[in-house]
């Protein structure tokens, strides 16, 4: 039985072009420009959805985006508002929420129950016995709403969009296109972003000549230069009018989000059809007028064979004749303006049968249509800060006070007749624009430096907009019966003045302990009903109840939209394409990708040892330091003197914060008078830089430096071991690389394989001679590439992060971070002696002192650790126990297998009672076993004298 | 278990009773008028207040005791976080006192006689780089010390626990490995807020709700209005009437320096906007928690289908919970690295609590240089979590007038002397 | 998103800048008491109001300026010049540490 209607003068359906779908499983066809609320129904399916909780059968309520009883799966996608999203050719689509069948529902025993599954029961029940709670658990979440995640659904391509526009007006009907228009004429770029799938909002289901209106309207819009979005909603309004907007339709994506820094924002989002309450008005065949009157006119469907329309307003008469035009027979028509109402509507589970009145009389109908009043869509204003009044005059509730960039028009603010709507909107669309033009002034004079633009900024101009009527219209809320306030959450008004008695008695608590409002249709539909319910348990007024804030977004957003294609940059060294040809295994460091090894990094280590190895140490962070007082700026940011530092010579140094905690560290080298490198750790040279630009720019900006953060501007790379200066050597003709000219911690600027300009430093985190440069890095591939070459006979082998790091704790070296943590204060790390406390001023200088005054009293203490089992390596972080007991006295920062001492060696913080060389350790494995290791007379296990970087 | 226990238990067969008769339930909790006098007034009914209160009551027998809140019961932070549990710590101290948190809202459905549907789904913090490896590893380590169920696992095990993670080796962020924390969950965080109410009146503690603390009555303080350093508490002034009062606890989140401010304090804490959002409902498909610190996002899914997220503070210090675009933008881009099939899901709403922000994250309990006037408050991120233990030890500390053992390490006076929480020792800790 | 008057770039999203924190004077080093000194490193004013703040344009023209805010109404006052004496420790920058592996920070609830 189809329940499709001769063609319809405002039909958006083309009848040429039918589409074949699925509705569970079972073959139906709709027409183009259905939606798929429209396609069900002309194939006569009634029920779309069973409810949350009682599993009650649901059919068509508002027919719209905001319909709580239309979410159904597509595909591979859950909650599609199927009351406009549009039918395409071959979609799979199937009800949600239904055991084993929509028609079928088992839960659906849960309505017998329903007495005792008020709302909030669960709190009053499954305490006890405790252990069984976890099942009761798995039960209620068997009941989660909604559709089903593919987890094979691929990440998808989504895209953003930056909008650079003067005024966004979010709603194409009448005053918001009226608004658009007068905005765009005025010289304004305008965005006008209409929810729906075309322009004109409620004239589309009116008289044929509304919709001439809204076409002309339309065109007017197009003519003016209007941006016009489709399909699309704006989801938010943030701080400074930064507005966000969802395209559904952009080609190529399922959902775009745009933002604009709007200068004003226009509001016309119009007013939403609010349910009323009463017994049954969640059955099948009951719907709202505007539903109805999509249906005929736009989707040429009819609703029902006999209704019965409950009327309080135009829009209820309206709908009258649309459904005689429409072939329903009308059995009644009740009259809200007249004190009449609904009492309850019943039925079979499949369709309804029974209205009963609010004078006691009984209807037969399959259809009831309500046409009670109107919920203000205030979401967006809400957002920009206001906080919506109730007037009992046009029973809702209207802004109150909005902030100068944000106007509001239409429905939101008033009543009127079709022209008055417009005249409103084109005044508020001239207002928007005159504001636009101050606002842009007053953002482009922010900037101090810049010539003023055009002269003083001008006043704001005031709201001198003819406001709308405000229209009586009888408070329509809640019948003599109890019936569903939230359609998605499943909660009556019962519910509600249950909870109330209880003492969730004001709306916030209300909403909490019932859920109602928090489903999916966002309380659209079921705020002002559960305030107006709470008012009636109070005995207050709906004004003194008040409202819920309305949070964004305005209409659910997906995450696919939001994350856009996410922008995770990756940084490599000239040479990664080297890397990844020679059997590099990566490792992630920071935004670094760097190669741990190239297959085996003991025997890389070997090879340093040995021979000669190098390696990319490109991310290293290295600062360009300029001007006459960078010692100064070196002394105040270092704890050791820089004072005199000879040109031509490389010094440590470590950083502290102002409380004394070491934060970086490094080498910095004087090339020349007033030019010096720094060097950095990887992940820290960006706070680096900015650490010292806050010291030049705030406490000394009187001191002439220069800082220019060079870390890829050069490539770096370490060459290190015994053969090393000869390797060197054969690339480098004009600096005399002799252990006597270039001496360990120093630094020369030379050319290497025909590159100029590289600076070249000795000194050696891997405990053997070594030589880092820093060549230019358009080079740096070129170099890498000499030195192996030049280096074959000598069994140069380039070598990998893992094997540095072996190295370097072999060497006793420590790493910030990883040696420390974000409580270790510089003495921890063993280098009191490069605190000095004589200089004037050093940050975090007064900490140190204190700390070193008191000794350094409960400070722990970096030792080198040696497992006494030397084939024991014991995993980084695992603890260090005071003998006998579970008390934590220390850590294993760092552990590795030396291949050059055949043994495991660690680094650890201990308690300063334990640091003492020769002290017995016991450690706690990460398998629950304990073992001993011993403390260590240097942090270096091998070479602790350093003969061989001196070398 | 609720002492004088004035109305009736609830239980299945009461809603059983209930149905058949078709009868309401009694006021969760009396609405009462402000009395002139009380001993101890707690100011915000969040968790903790109503906590402190129900713990004065139940354990020392103080009832003459008043909870104030501007807004409604659980307006704050404790309506406002994402309810999840657990006592995987870095320090021992932390450990010692979450795990306490953790036992407490373990058995309170029946201690408190409302179900506060603790789901013990475990906890899973993602490692994507080495150096968070380490740091899971340390917690575990430290946890297991304790006795605490905590143990670091490779990708297949994670893989096997959340079916729907992208463990695979080529993403941008790779999951290494994971702190697995099985004793960890979720909470209904607003009906640890109605179990504690309830218990609490039922002890004949009054609850006040719309009652703003206007100012706090001092006498014989350091600074000129008498406040400050040195002075003794003597009341409070409210919108809806003056009190007088010994004790006063700041137990507010947000409020608590300006509430502090009122009895001439300055304290160590900058307040943020802590964000959050929900998604709408799917089927359920993840069944843990899951937390990834370098991608600022943590994520579990209600048993009513929902998604909930959260993420780290807002980057400045502000007093506005408007909630922010970038915040959903972010944290979507980071939930899709780590679970790429829920691109399709919806995000319903967004929203926005304030955490009082400490140095070491830590926060600050006990005495202050005001005779009386006692603080609960710098709770971070991670205030939730602590409510129970921190009530229980409030109370201890008010009755007792001597700071307890389990809050020791968070006494203002810590600051003066830089001696520092070692929550902060290593920053990859995960709050 | 807040837009921030930086006083070199103009309006700029306030993600493109780094707070910085409350301004507030360094005390001098060589006389300093740890009472004052700590109360530098960790007291904050953080009023419900008008606060005196550092920033720090870090994705623009990288100058650190002063700058009134708001802090419940997000609105900015006519911005100084920079440049004004306004250090903070760099560890304790809003609540997110800047020491060691700040990624690893997260809030969670």
């Not at chain 1, 358009?778 to 380039?798: I, M, R, S, T, Y």
């Not at chain 2, 941008?172 to 994971?178: E, M, S």
């Amino acid at each position: 039985m189809m329940r499709r209607l001769e063609p319809q003068s405002g039909e958006f359906i083309d009848r040429s072009q039918p589409l074949k779908f699925t509705w569970n499983s079972k073959k139906l066809v709709g027409f183009a420009g259905d939606t798929i609320v429209s396609a069900l129904l002309a194939n006569n399916e009634q029920i779309i959805s069973r409810s949350m909780k009682y599993h009650r059968p649901r059919g068509v309520l508002s027919a719209d985006y905001w319909d709580p009883n239309t979410t159904v799966q597509v595909g591979d996608e859950p909650n599609v508002r199927a009351g406009h999203r549009l039918l395409e050719t071959g979609i799979k689509v199937s009800a949600q929420n239904v055991w084993p069948s929509l028609a079928y529902d088992i839960k659906a025993a849960n309505r017998l129950a329903g007495r005792f599954l008020t709302a909030g029961f669960y709190y009053k029940t499954f305490m006890k016995p405790q252990r069984l709670w976890p099942l009761y658990e798995k039960v209620l979440a068997r009941f989660a709403p909604g559709g089903v995640v593919d987890l094979n659904t691929p990440h998808g391509y989504h895209d953003k969009r930056y909008a650079h526009v003067d005024v966004v007006v979010a709603g194409a009907g009448p005053t918001g296109l009226a608004a658009a228009i007068s905005a765009a004429q005025a010289g304004m770029s305008v965005m006008l972003v209409e929810h729906n799938h075309r322009v004109g909002g409620h004239l589309l289901w009116g008289s044929d000549q509304d919709r001439e209106t809204a076409a002309e309207l339309a065109n007017l819009a197009k003519v003016a230069g209007v941006e016009i979005l489709t399909d699309s909603t704006v989801t938010g309004r943030y701080d400074d009018n930064w507005v966000a907007i969802a395209q559904r339709n952009h080609p190529g994506v399922v959902e775009r989000l745009i933002k604009a820094r709007a200068k004003t924002l226009v509001v016309a989002a119009g007013l939403i059809e609010r349910p009323y309450v009463f017994a049954g008005n969640d059955h099948v065949g009951v719907m709202l007028s505007g539903a109805a009157r999509r249906l005929i006119n736009n989707y040429a469907v009819r609703p029902g064979h006999k209704a019965v329309v409950l009327t309080a307003n135009a829009q209820g008469d309206a709908t009258v004749s649309d459904l005689e035009r429409a072939g329903v027979e009308v059995v009644a028509v009740v009259d809200g303006r007249k004190g009449q109402t609904i009492s309850s509507a019943s039925g079979s589970s499949k369709q309804l049968k029974t209205v009963i009145t609010s004078d006691g009389s009984k209807l037969e109908a399959d259809l009831l249509v309500t046409a009670v009043g109107w919920t203000a869509p205030t979401s967006l204003l809400n957002m920009a800060g206001d906080r919506p009044s109730y007037n009992p005059t046009a029973a809702r509730f209207f802004p109150t006070a909005l902030p100068d960039n944000v106007l509001a028009s239409g429905g939101i603010v008033g009543d009127g007749s079709l022209d008055e709507l417009i005249a409103h909107g084109r005044s508020t669309g001239k207002l928007a624009a005159q504001r636009a033009a101050v606002i842009q002034h007053r953002l482009r004079t922010t900037v101090t430096r810049a010539v003023k633009p055009d002269g003083t900024e001008p006043p704001l101009p005031q709201d001198t907009r003819k406001p709308l009527v405000i229209a009586p219209h009888p408070e329509l809320y809640r019948a003599d019966t109890h019936g569903m306030v939230d359609y998605s959450e499943d909660v009556s008004s019962k519910d509600l003045l249950g909870a109330a008695a209880e003492g969730f008695d004001s709306v916030e608590l209300v909403k909490r302990f019932t859920t109602a409002t928090m489903g999916p249709s966002q309380g659209k539909l079921e705020t002002v009903n559960t305030v107006a319910v709470l008012a009636e348990a109070k005995g207050e007024t709906i004004e003194q109840v008040g409202t819920t804030v309305w949070r964004p977004p305005y209409a659910p957003i997906s995450l696919g939209a939001l994350a856009g294609r996410v922008f995770e940059p990756v940084r490599v060294s000239s040479i990664h394409e080297w890397h990844e040809a020679n059997n590099m295994t990566p490792i992630l460091a920071g935004q670094w990708i760097r190669p741990e090894h190239y297959g085996d990094p003991n025997a890389e280590v070997a090879n340093v040892r040995n021979n000669v190895g190098i390696i990319d140490v490109t991310p290293l962070g290295k600062l360009d330091l300029r001007g006459s007082d960078v010692t100064k700026l070196l002394n105040l940011v270092y704890t050791n003197k820089w004072s005199k530092l000879p040109i031509g010579a490389v010094r440590y140094g470590i950083m502290c914060a102002e409380d004394g905690v070491v934060f970086d560290d490094g080498v910095t080298g004087r090339l020349s008078e007033n030019h010096y490198l720094m060097s950095t750790t990887s992940s820290g040279a960006a706070q680096v830089w900015q650490w010292l630009e806050m010291w030049l720019q705030t406490e000394h900006p009187e001191w002439q430096v220069h800082v220019t953060p060079v870390t890829t501007g050069y490539t770096s790379i370490n060459i290190a071991g015994p053969k090393s200066r000869e390797l060197l050597n054969r690339l480098v003709d004009d600096v005399d690389l002799s252990s006597e000219a270039f001496p360990y911690m120093n630094v020369r600027i030379g050319t290497i394989a025909g590159v100029s300009n590289c600076i070249m430093w000795r000194i050696g985190f891997t405990g053997e001679l070594s030589f880092e440069v820093h060549v230019p890095s358009g080079f740096g591939l070129h170099v890498w590439e000499q030195l192996l070459a030049q280096g074959a006979d000598l069994k140069v082998h380039p070598f990998g992060l893992e094997a540095q790091r072996i190295m370097r704790l072999e060497k006793g070296h420590f790493i910030v971070g990883q040696d420390t943590d974000g409580l270790t204060k510089a003495p921890t790390t063993g280098l009191t002696p490069l605190i000095k406390l004589d200089k004037e001023d050093f940050a975090g200088k007064p900490e140190l002192q204190w700390s070193l005054d008191a000794g350094a009293a409960g400070l722990p203490v970096l030792v080198a650790i040696t497992p006494n089992d030397p084939s024991l390596v014991p995993d980084e972080a695992c603890q260090i126990l005071r003998q006998g007991t579970t008390e934590i006295v220390g850590r294993i920062t760092s552990s590795r297998f030396s291949p050059t001492l055949q043994r495991s060696i660690c680094l650890g913080q201990v308690a300063s009672e334990f640091a003492a060389a020769g002290t017995e350790l016991t450690m706690r494995l990460c398998d629950g076993s304990d073992a001993t290791a011993t403390v260590c007379t240097h942090h270096a296990h091998f070479d602790p004298e350093g003969v061989r970087l001196r070398g | 278990m609720i002492g004088t226990n004035r109305g009736p238990r609830y239980s299945g067969a009461g809603l059983l009773w209930r149905g058949l008769r078709k009868s309401n339930w009694p006021r969760v909790w009396r609405d009462t008028p402000l009395k002139k006098s009380y001993d101890v007034v707690v100011v915000g009914g969040g968790v903790h207040g109503l906590a402190t209160a129900y713990y004065l009551a139940a354990n020392h027998g103080i009832t003459n005791v008043a909870v104030l809140d501007k807004a409604y019961l659980g307006s704050g932070g404790s309506g406002r976080n994402t309810a999840i549990v657990r006592s995987n710590y870095l320090t021992p101290e932390g450990v010692a006192f979450y795990d306490r948190s953790l036992a407490l809202y373990k058995s309170m459905s029946a201690d408190l006689n409302l179900n506060v549907m603790f789901s013990e789904r475990g906890h899973l913090t993602l490692a994507h780089t080495d150096s968070a490896v380490r740091t899971m590893r340390w917690r575990a380590e430290v946890n297991k010390l304790q006795n605490i169920d905590s143990s670091v696992i490779g990708p297949d095990e994670i893989k096997k626990i959340a079916p729907s993670l992208d463990t695979s080796p080529h993403t941008r962020y790779p999951i290494l490995a994971a702190l697995y924390h099985p004793p960890g969950g979720t909470i209904r965080h607003d009906a640890v807020v109605w179990a504690y109410a309830r218990a609490a009146d039922a002890y004949g503690v009054d609850l006040h709700q719309k009652t703003e603390v206007i100012d706090i009555e001092c006498a014989g303080g350091s600074n000129p209005d008498g406040k400050g350093e040195g002075a003794k508490v003597t009341g409070v002034k409210t919108s809806k009437g003056d009190i007088s009062a010994r004790v006063v606890v700041n137990c507010t989140a947000g409020w608590a320096g300006l509430i502090a401010g009122m009895a001439g304090l300055k304290l160590p804490i900058t307040t943020h906007p802590l964000q959050a959002a929900v998604t709408e409902p799917v089927k359920v498909f993840l069944p843990t928690v899951v937390v990834s610190g370098s991608l600022h996002v943590y994520v579990s899914q209600t048993d009513r289908g929902e998604l909930v997220f959260g993420a780290s503070v807002d980057p400045f210090a502000t007093y506005d919970m408007g909630g922010t675009l970038d915040f959903t933008e972010e944290l979507a881009g980071h939930v899709l690295e780590l679970m790429p099939a829920v691109s399709k899901m919806r995000l319903l709403r967004q929203w926005a609590g304030l955490c009082d922000i400490t140095p070491d994250y830590s926060p600050v309990m006990g005495f202050t240089p005001v005779e009386g006037f006692f603080c609960d408050v710098g709770w971070g991120t991670y205030g939730f979590k602590a409510g129970p233990v921190s009530g229980e030890q409030m109370a201890k500390c008010v009755a007792d007038q001597a700071t307890p053992e389990l809050i020791a390490p968070f006494a203002l006076s810590r600051f003066e002397h830089g001696m520092l929480v070692g929550e902060k020792g290593a920053a990859a800790v995960g709050h | 998103m807040l837009l921030v008057p930086c006083p070199n770039c103009g309006p700029r999203n306030s993600a493109d800048l780094t707070y910085r924190g409350e301004a507030s004077a360094r005390p001098n080093p060589a006389t300093t008491t740890p009472k004052e000194w700590r109360d530098y490193l960790y007291s904050e004013d953080n009023p419900a109001g008008w606060l005196k703040e550092t920033w720090y344009c870090s994705s623009g023209c990288r100058r650190f300026f002063a700058v009134e805010r708001h802090t419940v109404t997000s609105e900015f006052r006519e911005p100084p010049l920079p440049g004004s004496k306004t250090p903070k420790p760099l560890g304790d920058v809003g609540g997110r540490a800047v020491v060691g592996d700040a990624s690893e920070l997260e809030g969670e609830q």
